[in-house]
Nanobody, 124 residues
Framework: QVKLVESGGGTVQAGGSLRLSCTVT??????MGWFRQAPGKEREGVAC????????YYADSVKGRFTFSKDNARNTLYLQMSTLEPEDTAMYYC???????????????????WGQGTQVTVSS
């Protein structure tokens, strides 16, 4: 069993930055992902990290602007978001999967555990 709790969301002007956190409780080697869902849209993958942190996948829409990192000592994941755009406005979720690969990392159905989400709003 894994429990995920996100924090750090808020409202920011376009061009600004936010850092989201995801505290992980429980044990296991999981692929960890960040997803987002805007009103009226499907949930989409933002970034995903392999269990050892050796590989990180990013959606094309956030490459170069978002950075996924982790602090093993704190059991916490981070999503540093820079140069934010109004199109980044969404509920952001942290998720854990038993297995994914480069072709499947962005598919929500592959992730077993989910946090409750944190809202990010970017104003123009």
């Amino acid at each position: 069993q894994v429990k995920l709790v996100e924090s750090g969301g808020g409202t920011v002007q376009a061009g600004g930055s936010l850092r989201l956190s995801c505290t992980v409780t429980g044990s296991g080697n999981f692929f960890m992902g960040w997803f987002r869902q805007a009103p009226g849209k499907e949930r989409e993958g933002v970034a995903c990290m392999t269990p050892n942190g050796g590989m990180i996948y990013y959606a094309d829409s956030v490459k170069g602007r978002f950075t996924f990192s982790k602090d093993n000592a704190r059991n916490t994941l981070y999503l540093q978001m820079s140069t934010l755009e109004p199109e980044d406005t969404a509920m952001y979720y942290c998720a854990a999967a038993f297995w994914i690969n480069s072709a499947t990392w962005s598919e929500p159905n592959n992730f077993r555990y989910w946090g409750q989400g944190t809202q990010v709003t970017v104003s123009s």
